[in-house]
C-alpha cells in the first residue's frame, strides 16, 4: 500500500514505495536533514536535493518491546526496535525493526536495512527492516 505525503518529506515516501533509500541535503552548504525540510536550517538556502543512501549504519539505541500497544499488534512480540544513524547521511537518524535473531545487538553494531512493509492497526505502512551486518 503507498503512503501519500504531499509535505517536505513525500520524496522519501515515494522512494520507500519504490525499495529505495532516499535523504534530503541542502544542494547548496552540503548539511544533511532529517526530518525533512523545505528550507535548509543552516544557511537558509531553499534548495533541498533528495539523494539516494545506502541503507547501513550503526546503531545509536534500540529497545525490546515485550508488550502490544497502540496497532502495533500486527507484529508480534517481542520485537526491537532501532534507531540507526545512516552512515551514507551524515548520521541522521531512522528508526526500524530488527528482523532476525537480535543476539549480538548493541550500541554500536553494525546493520544494513531493507524496505518493508509494517503492520500498524489495519495499514501496512512502508518501513526499514534492519538486519545486522557480518
Given amino acids: 500500500m503507498a503512503h501519500s505525503s504531499i509535505e517536505a518529506d513525500a520524496p522519501y515516501w515515494a522512494a520507500l514505495d519504490e525499495g529505495r533509500l532516499v535523504m534530503p541535503r541542502c544542494g547548496h552548504?552540503?548539511?544533511?536533514?532529517?526530518?525533512?525540510?523545505?528550507?535548509?536550517?543552516?544557511c537558509g538556502n531553499w534548495g533541498v536535493?533528495?539523494?539516494?543512501?545506502?541503507?547501513?549504519?550503526?546503531?545509536f539505541t534500540w529497545t525490546r518491546t515485550w508488550h502490544p500497544f497502540g496497532g502495533?499488534?500486527?507484529i508480534?512480540?517481542?520485537f526491537v526496535?532501532?534507531?540507526?544513524?545512516i552512515d551514507g547521511a551524515g548520521g541522521k537518524?531512522?528508526?526500524g525493526l530488527l528482523d532476525g535473531d537480535?543476539?549480538?545487538i548493541a550500541i554500536g553494531a553494525?546493520?544494513?536495512g531493507v524496505v518493508g512493509q509494517t503492520r500498524f492497526g489495519d495499514r501496512a505502512v512502508p518501513s526499514f527492516h534492519w538486519h545486522l551486518a557480518n
Fill in 76 to 78: 508480534g512480540t517481542p
Fill in 93 to 95: 537518524r531512522l528508526m
Fill in 49 to 59: 536535493e533528495w539523494h539516494d543512501v545506502a541503507p547501513e549504519g550503526t546503531v
Fill in 110 to 112: 553494525k546493520v544494513k
Fill in 29 to 42: 552548504c552540503g548539511t544533511w536533514h532529517w526530518p525533512a525540510v523545505a528550507r535548509c536550517g543552516e
Fill in 81 to 85: 526496535t532501532l534507531v540507526v544513524s
Fill in 72 to 74: 502495533t499488534e500486527g
Fill in 102 to 104: 537480535d543476539a549480538g
